[in-house]
């Protein structure tokens, strides 16, 4: 099982950028999908999740901000991020989860300057 992340890159703060993590070996309908990030000095974090019933859940700090999508069809999962701030600055990891599976990412580089 492969996990392709892309998408991040430099925004300034209030921008917009849209992640993609793809899955490979992996039927993902059955899969939890989320989006996790990890600024320097930090314990990585849960930024999103889609979960495979359809239910999705959030940190607060990015509620309202940040909106997780699912294709199941494309093994992919998606992460829009809009007002974007500083804080958001971290390496960003895509994860696809189910029962005792736990499949991570490459990483990808979210900066956000002031």
């Known amino acids: 099982v492969q996990l392709q992340a892309s998408g991040g890159g430099l925004v300034q703060a209030g921008g917009s950028l849209r992640l993609t993590c793809t899955a490979s070996?992996?039927?993902?309908?059955?899969?939890?999908m989320g989006w996790y990030r990890q600024a320097p000095g930090k314990q990585r974090e849960l930024v999103a999740r889609?979960?495979?019933?359809?239910?999705?859940d959030y940190a607060d700090s990015v509620k309202g901000r940040f909106t997780i999508s699912r294709d199941n069809v494309k093994n992919t999962v998606y992460l829009l991020m809009t007002k974007m701030k500083p804080d958001d600055t971290a390496v960003y990891y895509c994860?696809?989860?189910?029962?005792?599976?736990?499949?991570w990412g490459q990483g990808t580089q979210v900066t956000v300057s002031s």
């Open positions: 994860n696809f989860r189910r029962i005792v599976f736990d499949y």
């Open positions: 070996g992996v039927m993902s309908s059955s899969y939890d």
């Open positions: 889609a979960s495979s019933d359809g239910s999705t």
